[in-house]
């Protein structure tokens, strides 16, 4: 839509040269009175200009970059991928997709900052969960982050009492564990226990989200905290169900590190290959490579995996997902009859097992025998490479698991009713069995 400023500048034209037609010739008054007139209309334009609309427009990018003094600052090419970028993809309208003026400054800045991982905060993405950056992060070879809900004290002191008790640096890896959980309400009786947990324990973390199935959301929020806080050489993420052979993995970890490496277990189907987001090990060159994507176009989603698989999707990465047989996901520990039969030296056989709640935590822990690996052993010798083409498509999911990707951006929401309880409460495998 043409502006006003616009319309009367093609009338002062259009009279001009009728002008030029009548009487041949122009003088140097009329002329400079043209360019007063037309400077003055441009200025009254940009002063009075309203907010950017999501798509991107050319005409009104312009007069914003002069505005914020940007102009000596940006590339061709970076309008361009922008603009090419909205055009394409995007194609949002600004009652449904609104974000300030404000964000689409700061996400292009924060694009042309060359060490990205050192200013997340200047991220209008990342600055929202308002996590302060370490002086000096803290340099680890492994750093272990288990997500666990306010509630489920009794899960975080099975894994206390059993294999975090490995969670200890040796002389070839360096290791830090933390539990990870939603900060508490101090005015309820589970907001002091997990209050006094943390004092007493030192090993727990809060971070400031509203809990439900927003796992999403939660996983970016831990990639920023670790590399916040940590200068490590692979982050892994895993459910407070897990029984780890820590000992193991740690003897086995690749280092020096692997670039672009994942360890986990995959979904490895064609259209929604994925990892699971059960426990999710990833490089850190891979991890940058997430928190690197563009403020305006990188993607939520209600579950984790489903949002690493959006972006390995749109990063256009392949070859990266590393399934390992020997983590025992289904069928759920809950069914199995003769648990201590199955699981027999168990960190012989595997090297993880999920949904191992306390009571089977416990048991597993008693089940492992001393690990005795020859040296030299790295995970890559298990793992079997995921061949089918990383594509995510996300209407192919089933229809409990299927929610469409939103911009970060946006403030996304979905409808997650359907895996919820009555309380925004997250109905997991052990309630819900299955």
């Known amino acids: 839509m043409v502006g006003n400023s616009t319309v009367k500048l093609l009338e002062m034209w259009h009279n001009f040269i009728k002008i030029f037609k009548i009487s041949h010739k122009i003088y140097l008054w009329q002329v400079i009175v043209f360019l007063i007139v037309a400077i003055e209309l441009l200025l009254h334009s940009r002063h009075t200009s309203g907010k950017l609309k999501p798509h991107l427009q050319a005409e009104k990018l312009e007069p914003l970059f002069q505005a914020e003094k940007l102009r000596p600052h940006l590339q061709a090419e970076n309008l361009e991928r922008h603009l090419q970028a909205e055009k394409l993809e995007l194609h949002l309208q600004a009652e449904k997709d609104p974000y300030s003026i404000s964000d689409v400054i700061k996400a292009m800045k924060w694009m042309e900052l060359p060490n990205k991982m050192q200013n997340l905060n200047e991220n209008p993405v990342y600055a929202k969960f308002n996590i302060s950056r370490k002086e000096k992060p803290s340099k680890v070879s492994l750093l272990v ?8 004290y009794d ?9 975090w008790k490995q969670c200890k640096s040796t002389k070839r890896v360096s290791i830090q564990c933390v539990f990870m959980t939603d900060s508490p309400d101090a005015s309820t009786d589970i907001g002091k226990e997990v209050l006094k947990e943390k004092v007493k324990y030192k090993d727990v973390e809060f971070q400031n989200l509203r809990g439900g199935v927003e796992f999403g959301k939660r996983y970016l929020y831990h990639l920023v905290w670790a590399v916040q806080n940590f200068d490590f050489d692979y982050f892994m993420r895993m459910d407070d169900d897990y029984f780890i052979c820590l000992d193991r993995l740690m003897n086995e970890l690749p280092l020096p590190p692997l670039e672009m490496f994942h360890w986990g277990y995959v979904h490895c189907a064609k259209y929604v290959a994925r990892p699971d987001e059960s426990l999710m090990l990833f490089s850190r060159d891979l991890v940058e490579a997430f928190l690197s994507q563009d403020p305006l176009l990188i993607k939520g989603h209600p579950w984790a995996d489903e949002m690493v698989a959006t972006w390995v999707h749109e990063l256009r990465l392949q070859k990266i997902y ?11 520990l809950l069914v199995i009859m003769n648990v201590k039969d199955v699981f027999k ?10 949904g191992s709640y306390p009571k089977y ?17 790295s995970l890559n010798k298990y793992t079997k490479e995921c061949n089918v083409p990383h594509i995510f498509v996300w209407e192919d999911m089933p229809g409990l698991w299927r929610y469409e990707p939103k911009r970060f951006i946006t403030n996304p929401v979905w409808d997650t009713r359907k895996q ?7 109905v997991g495998r052990e309630e819900g069995r299955g």
């Open 145 to 152: 982050v288990v997500s666990s809900a306010p509630t489920r």
């Open 155 to 163: 899960r975080r002191l099975a894994i206390r009492e059993t294999w």
């Open 322 to 332: 590393n399934h390992e047989p020997r983590l025992h996901h289904m069928p759920m």
């Open 345 to 354: 030296n168990v960190c012989s056989k595997y090297i993880g097992v999920h």
């Open 361 to 377: 935590m416990k048991i597993l822990w008693g089940l492992r025998e001393e690990y005795q690996e020859p040296r030299n052993v």
């Open 420 to 426: 919820e309880s009555g309380k925004n409460y997250y």
